[in-house]
C-alpha cells in the first residue's frame, strides 16, 4: 500500500506564495497520474491541479494561471506551487492518484490564508 505524506502547509497572507510537497512510498508513483485536492469546511473535496506520468497538466478555471503541479519522480514526490494565494484558498490539501482506486489518503497539509 503508497503512503502518502504532505507538507509545506502555513499560514500566509493573501498574495503569498506556498510550495506544497507530497512524497510517496512505492516506485508506483512513476507510472500514476497524481491529483492535487482541497477540502475547505464544510465543502466537498475537490480536485485542484493534475500530472500525468509523463508531465501533462491540467487545472480547473478557478485556479489556472496560479496553480503549477510538477513532479520528480526519482524522488516519488510531487509539488504544489500556489502563488497569489487568496482566502477562498484556505484548506486542508490533499495528494493522491488521479483516478480510482485511490490509495490511502494522508493527513494532508493545512493552508490558511488572511485577508
Known amino acids: 500500500q503508497v503512503q502518502l505524506v504532505e507538507s509545506g502547509g502555513g499560514l500566509v497572507q493573501a498574495g503569498g506564495s506556498l510550495r506544497l510537497s507530497c512524497a510517496a512510498s512505492?516506485?508506483?508513483?512513476?507510472?500514476?497520474?497524481m491529483g492535487w485536492y482541497r477540502q475547505a469546511p464544510g465543502k466537498q473535496r475537490e480536485l485542484v491541479a493534475s500530472?500525468?506520468?509523463?508531465?501533462?497538466?491540467t487545472y480547473p478555471n478557478s485556479v489556472k494561471g496560479r496553480f503549477t503541479i510538477s513532479r520528480d519522480n526519482a524522488k516519488n514526490t510531487a509539488y504544489l506551487q500556489i502563488d497569489n494565494l487568496k482566502p477562498e484558498d484556505t484548506a486542508l490539501y490533499y495528494c493522491?492518484?488521479?483516478?480510482?482506486?485511490?490509495?490511502?489518503w494522508g493527513q494532508g497539509t493545512q493552508v490558511t490564508v488572511s485577508a
Open positions: 512505492g516506485s508506483i508513483f512513476s507510472i500514476s497520474a
Open positions: 500530472i500525468t506520468s509523463g508531465g501533462t497538466t
Open positions: 493522491n492518484k488521479l483516478s480510482w482506486p485511490f490509495w490511502r
